[in-house]
């Protein structure tokens, strides 16, 4: 069954999306960012070049020629990993294919409205008997 991590206190839930990409990266991991939202999938992509000047991460977007082969996705689709080992949502709803994932991490910001859409999400999960773990972020910092 799928683990499900909120991290909550997001300053900037792209920049802890790309941190944890680097990480599952680093440890071998297929991730999927999961948005639908095209301006984001872009900031993600640039943020993912332009990250730390000496860490590349191998990513593409979703339907890309090249997807089948690389690690981190960044869109709405899963089609093309190798592996489901992660799934990063940055989305406002549940990601219809969250459990083919070992782990789910919702991140969740300072926003009101982004929270209470995120209690919506843990709810769901809940009801139906995931493990639920939460991590806070600002006491990471």
Not at 18 to 35: E, F
Request: net charge negative; aromatic share 10%.
């Amino acid at each position: 069954m799928t683990r499900v991590d909120f991290y909550f206190n997001a300053d900037d839930k792209a920049e802890v999306a790309r941190k944890i990409a680097a990480k599952a990266y680093q440890a071998g991991q297929c991730a999927l960012l999961y948005t639908a939202d095209e301006t984001l999938a872009g900031e993600l992509d640039a943020g993912l070049w332009s990250g730390q000047p000496l860490s590349f991460i191998p990513h593409v977007r979703c339907g890309h020629p090249q997807a089948s082969e690389t690690p981190i996705l960044i869109g709405a689709s899963d089609e093309a990993l190798k592996a489901h080992d992660l799934l990063i949502n940055l989305d406002e709803e549940r990601p219809p294919q969250f459990s083919r994932f070992e782990r789910l991490i919702e991140i969740v910001s300072r926003d009101p409205a982004d929270r209470e859409r995120a209690r919506e999400r843990y709810r769901f999960y809940q009801e139906r008997g995931y493990a639920l773990h939460n991590v806070d972020l600002d006491r990471k910092k």
